[in-house]
């Protein structure tokens, strides 16, 4: 699995480049759990959830929630903020593979090209048979990544992320080699660089993992391999009804998969 262990043990800096604003995400997923079922959302997991953006909003409004990371710096950071937030959530430092909650949930949700560290069929089919494991029945599973015009097996394309906070500027540059995929494995390695500038001083931090480009119709297929799912449907953004087409209004490539009873 990709790891990108300089980049995501320093969960603070982390957060200074991809804090945003979550709350149209976190609306279209009650929305689509309630016009599957009927009823109110009650119970969430974020999978790769890093600083607990979404886990924390949705407990925020009463949701019963875990937060799921490879990295203990991440859920120890996460715990923290969820702490200032007075808010209660179950933080799991585990592989997004085999795990298993104490009881299944409602919805769980892996955003922000999180899947592409699962690099062979195998890890991308146990990891749906897990999640389904891990659902009520008739419970969804939202997963979002990159726009295909976007980032494709003709080209990675650039991307910055970047913030500042108390004085601490934080920029990360992803791709920085120009990554090619490998025609075969559809897997690239790619190299990031993030810059830390803080109390005056300049400090980068380089590194480097594998990631696997998913197309559209590979995720399909391989949901089906793996059982329990039905699709509902692949969405452009965060805005209902918006299905994923080529036109500018859909920015983002967004599966929704509901559990079979």
């Known amino acids: ?9 320093r969960a603070g800096y982390y957060d200074i480049a991809f804090n945003r604003d979550i709350s149209r995400e976190v609306e279209f997923v009650f929305g689509e ?19 607990g953006y979404h886990a924390r909003a949705f407990a925020k409004q009463g949701v ?19 702490k200032l937030d007075k808010v209660d959530i179950h933080w799991i430092a585990a ?12 919805a769980i949700i892996t955003m922000y090209d999180s899947l592409d560290c699962l690099a062979e069929n ?22 979002e ?19 500042r906070q108390n004085g601490t500027e934080v920029e990360i540059k992803w791709a920085v080699n120009n990554p090619k995929h490998d025609a075969f494995t559809q897997v690239a390695e790619v190299e990031t660089v993030m810059r830390v500038v803080e109390n005056g001083e300049e400090t980068l931090y380089r590194d480097k993992a594998r990631e ?23 969405y452009g953004d965060f805005i209902p009804g918006l299905r994923m087409d080529n036109s500018p209004a859909s920015r983002r490539m967004i599966f929704v998969l509901q559990k079979q009873s």
């Open 1 to 9: 699995m990709a790891e990108f262990n300089e980049v995501y043990a």
């Open 33 to 51: 759990y309630r016009r599957l079922n009927g009823r109110a959302l009650g119970s969430l997991l974020e999978i790769a959830c890093g600083p």
């Open 64 to 82: 019963e929630t875990f937060g799921l990371d490879l990295r203990p710096e991440m859920i120890e950071f996460a715990r923290d903020k969820a």
């Open 95 to 106: 592989d997004m593979r085999g795990f298993s909650l104490p009881h299944p949930v409602d």
């Open 122 to 143: 195998d890890d991308i089919v146990d990891h749906f048979r897990t999640v389904a494991k891990n659902l009520t029945p008739g419970g969804i599973y939202l997963f």
């Open 145 to 163: 990544l990159t726009h295909p015009r976007d980032c494709s097996m003709h080209g990675y394309g650039n991307h910055v992320y970047a913030g």
């Open 212 to 234: 696997r480009y998913l197309s559209p119709q590979e995720l399909v297929a391989l949901t089906k391999l793996a059982g329990g799912f039905r699709l509902i449907d692949c």
